[in-house]
């Protein structure tokens, strides 16, 4: 495995400190600081520890403290402690035109034979009709609760 060598800077070093000694943060982002701070070669460290101390010490895996240090040396201090936004893009399947043709059917009179929608009638439905080319129950059930409508019998009174 290729070595990675983990050098701060005297500002490094006291952000990592202020995190690791007081306030309330993430788990994960106080063990990371910690690792950091005792893997530091640069000048301002005064004691390095062995990755086999601080994976004793911290109840750790020596691995972790690897992807650490890698994570610090790649992309740097900010990513290493808060981690990676999700860069994965979903396109929406059901949009404003689906919706309306969905809730128009969701109020229609049921299929003979059933005394009301269901919602995988309704996935089923509207992809026989070609509203859509293909969509879950789930997904069914999200696009009417966000829109409030009331499939149960009213109550008189």
């Known amino acids: 495995m290729k070595k990675f060598t983990v050098t701060l800077t005297a500002?490094?070093?006291?952000?990592?400190?202020q995190i690791t000694s007081k306030g309330s943060h993430k788990s994960?982002?106080?063990?990371?600081?910690?690792?950091?701070l005792d893997c530091d070669e640069g000048e301002h460290q005064v004691e390095r520890s062995t990755n086999k101390e601080i994976a004793r010490v911290l109840n750790i895996s020596m691995r972790k403290i690897d992807r650490v240090k890698k994570c610090f040396v790649v992309d740097g201090l900010y990513i290493t402690l808060n981690g990676r936004k999700g860069s994965r893009v979903y396109t929406k399947k059901a949009d404003g035109d689906f919706e309306a043709h969905l809730i128009a059917l969701s109020c229609s009179e049921p299929p003979k034979g059933f005394a009301r929608w269901s919602l995988r009638l309704l996935a089923d439905k509207v992809v026989e009709l070609d509203y859509i080319d293909s969509i879950s129950h789930e997904s069914i059930r999200r696009v009417l609760k966000k829109t409030n409508s009331n499939l149960g019998k009213t109550k008189g009174g």
């Open 28 to 36: 994960q982002k106080v063990i990371n600081s910690l690792i950091l």
């Open 11 to 17: 500002e490094e070093r006291k952000e990592l400190k």
